[in-house]
């Protein structure tokens, strides 16, 4: 159990750590001005060249790796709610990491998609 | 049509096009799959699944799919926010549940819908935020549509 829980916390670290990564790093490259073919290629390009893009590309892949490792060692039931309870934690990441306003309809908003998430796939197994 | 209502539109397309991506691109990997089928859990099991999954273009289609959603997802947080994008695109779970249901008419159990009405309305709720908050840029706007 206590395995699980440690490769449950590893996994949520790894998915909103890769994630909050990459949203920092493309909010420094900056949004791309148009949707032109070479504008868009010039913005690949300054993606390509952020350390933050590089540093969330391992991150999501261990937390993609850690999601497949947490099925094979828990029931869904376990591993599914925890997984849909990312929303939340990443949503505080945002708050305090990224300094964004989470507002009181944006919380509520999150905590109902966590929910959702969670009774949707619960039903999937 | 304000600056906001602009910024609001471009990310919901974005978003939409996030989960267009990620389900064909789901859709065509379970495709693939099932062409290739079940691996055998040997080392040259797993050597043949690795050759034929190299050699479908079903697979390969579906990782351009989602190769797709990545560039949308990294395009959408270069100018709105985390928490903002990161509910909306779960909003694909329930168009999945739409698609089992008109396309595969599959039966979908009371709490299934259940999850399919809380996705929405939360993805509803966090629609209705502005999309970006931080930069001064945005603060500044923020600061515009909201009354003191």
Redesign the interface.
């Known amino acids: 159990m206590i395995k699980v829980g440690l490769m449950l916390i590893f996994f949520i670290c790894c998915s909103t750590g890769g994630?909050?990564a990459?949203?920092h790093g493309?909010?420094q490259?900056?949004?791309?001005e148009n949707f032109r073919p070479a504008t868009l290629l010039w913005?690949?390009w300054k993606?390509a060249r952020n350390s933050w893009?590089w540093l969330a590309a391992p991150l999501l892949a261990a937390s993609f790796y850690s999601l497949l490792i947490l099925l094979s060692w828990a029931p869904l039931s376990v591993v599914i709610p925890a997984s849909a309870f990312n929303?939340v934690v990443?949503?505080f990441?945002?708050?305090y990491l990224?300094?964004?306003?989470?507002?009181v309809?944006?919380w509520?908003?999150?905590?109902?998609?966590?929910?959702?998430?969670?009774?949707?796939?619960?039903?999937?197994q | 049509m304000n600056q906001t209502q602009r910024l609001r539109i471009k990310t919901l397309l974005m978003v939409l096009l996030m989960v267009v991506c990620a389900n064909l691109g789901d859709l065509m990997l379970k495709r693939g799959m099932l062409q290739i089928g079940a691996v055998q859990m040997s080392p040259a099991g797993i050597w043949h699944a690795l050759l034929s999954t190299i050699h479908n273009g079903t697979i390969w289609l579906g990782i351009l799919f989602l190769i797709g959603f990545t560039l949308c997802y990294m395009t959408a947080v270069s100018w709105a926010d985390y928490s903002y994008v990161m509910p909306a695109g779960a909003f694909g779970y329930a168009v999945q549940t739409m698609l089992a249901v008109v396309v595969l008419h599959e039966a979908v159990n009371a709490q299934r819908w259940i999850g399919v009405v809380l996705i929405v309305t939360g993805v509803l709720l966090v629609g209705q935020t502005h999309p970006t908050t931080t930069g001064e840029k945005a603060v500044a706007q923020l600061e515009a549509v909201t009354p003191p």
């Open positions: 994630e909050i990459m949203t493309m909010k490259v900056g949004e791309p913005f690949l993606a893009v929303y990443g949503t990441g945002a708050k990224l300094k964004e306003q989470v507002s309809k944006r509520m908003g999150v905590v109902m998609v966590c929910v959702g998430v969670a009774l949707v796939l619960l039903t999937g």
